[in-house]
C-alpha cells in the first residue's frame, strides 16, 4: 500500500510468480531491447482510497502511515538477517522509470554468472516484461507485480525469495518499481540500496527527490553513450547528490555499450566481500 495515497489497499491484487527457465529461449548476447510477449493478468477490482487531507485531520493521515511504515520495517529487518545468515549480497535498484535498470542488470547477468551465482526479483506494476528480459541471460527471476502499488514492500520481497531460493553467498538484485518517490521510503532489508540516473533525465534529479538519493549509498550514473547529445553535467550532478545525500560514490556507465561496467562490477565484489 501507498503510505502517500493509500491507493493498493487490502484485496489490491500484487502476484508474485516465478519465471520457469525450461520455458524461456536463452539468448547468448545481452538482449538489450527485447520485447516479450506480453504477460498481463486483469485485477478488476474496487477498492477505497485513504481519505483524503482535507477530509480528515492531517493527524489521523499521518498515523496510517506509520503504522504501514512501522510493520514494513519489522519485515525488512527479518529479510535482512535471512540475508545475513545465508551471506547474500541483496541490492535495491531504485530510479526513475527508463534509467536502465534492467539494461544495466541483463549486462551485469551476462558478465558475472559465471563467477557469482546471481538471482533477480523484479517489480513492476503490470507485465513480465523486464522478467522475461532477465530469464533470457539464464538467470533465476521472481517477477512482482504489484497492481495498483507503486514501490515494492519487505513482505512482497520475502514471498519472491521463498520462490526464489537463493544460495549461500550470492547477488540478489532487486529492481524497484521505476519511481523515484515512494520506493524511497521503503526498506526492503536489502544491504545497499543503488540509485540509477541516466544523462536524459536532467542533472538536478538528486534535488527534485533527494529523500532516494539521501537513502542510497550508491549512484549510478546511466546512458553516458549520450552525453555528446543531451544537456547533462555529470558534475553537477554529483555536486547536488552530495549536497542532499551520504553518497561518495558514483560510477558512470553505459549499459548498452559497456562502458564503466568494470567499476561496477569492483563495487559490487567489493561488497560482497565485506
Ligand atoms: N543509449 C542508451 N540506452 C540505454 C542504456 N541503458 C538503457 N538504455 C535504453 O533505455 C530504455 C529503458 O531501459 P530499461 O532497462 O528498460 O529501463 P528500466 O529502468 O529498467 O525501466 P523500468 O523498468 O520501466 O523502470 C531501453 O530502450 C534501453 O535500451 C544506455 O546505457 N545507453
Ligand atoms: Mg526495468
Redesign the pocket.
Known amino acids: 500500500m501507498c503510505g502517500i495515497c493509500g491507493c493498493g489497499q487490502p484485496g489490491n491484487a500484487v502476484t508474485i510468480r516465478k519465471i520457469d527457465l525450461k520455458k524461456v529461449n536463452l539468448k547468448k548476447v545481452t538482449p538489450?531491447?527485447a520485447v516479450a510477449p506480453l504477460y498481463h493478468d486483469d485485477h478488476d477490482h474496487h477498492h477505497d482510497h485513504a481519505p483524503t487531507a482535507n477530509q480528515v485531520p492531517g493527524k489521523t493521515v499521518l498515523q496510517i502511515e506509520q503504522d504501514i511504515l512501522g510493520k514494513n520495517n519489522l519485515l525488512a529487518e527479518r529479510n535482512r538477517g535471512f540475508f545475513e545468515a545465508k551471506n547474500i549480497l541483496a541490492l535495491n535498484l531504485v530510479?526513475s522509470?527508463?534509467?536502465?535498470?534492467?539494461?544495466l542488470l541483463e549486462r551485469t547477468l551476462a558478465d558475472l554468472k559465471n563467477e557469482i551465482p546471481c538471482y533477480v526479483i523484479e517489480g513492476?506494476q503490470q507485465t513480465s516484461n523486464?522478467a522475461d528480459r532477465i530469464a533470457a541471460t539464464g538467470a533465476e527471476v521472481v517477477q512482482i507485480n504489484t497492481g495498483k502499488g507503486c514501490h515494492l514492500e519487505a513482505d512482497m520481497v520475502n514471498e519472491a525469495m521463498r520462490q526464489l531460493k537463493p544460495t549461500d553467498g550470492s547477488l540478489l538484485f532487486i529492481?524497484n518499481v521505476?519511481n523515484l518517490v515512494c520506493p524511497a521510503m521503503f526498506d526492503l532489508g536489502e544491504g545497499a540500496r543503488v540509485v540509477i540516473i541516466s544523462v536524459t533525465e536532467g542533472d538536478d534529479k538528486p534535488l527534485k527527490y533527494p529523500d532516494m538519493f539521501h537513502s542510497s549509498q550508491l549512484c549510478i550514473i546511466?546512458?553516458i553513450?549520450?552525453l555528446p547529445y543531451v544537456n547533462f553535467s555529470v558534475e553537477k550532478a554529483k555536486e547536488y547528490a552530495r549536497r542532499v545525500s551520504h553518497i561518495t560514490e558514483f560510477i558512470e556507465v553505459?549499459?548498452?555499450t559497456g562502458t564503466g561496467m568494470e567499476k561496477w562490477y569492483a563495487w559490487l565484489k567489493k561488497r560482497r566481500n565485506a
Not at 97 to 102: E, L
Open positions: 538489450l531491447g530510479s522509470p527508463g534509467s536502465g535498470k534492467t539494461a513492476d523486464d529492481e521505476g546511466n546512458k553513450d549520450l553505459s549499459a548498452t
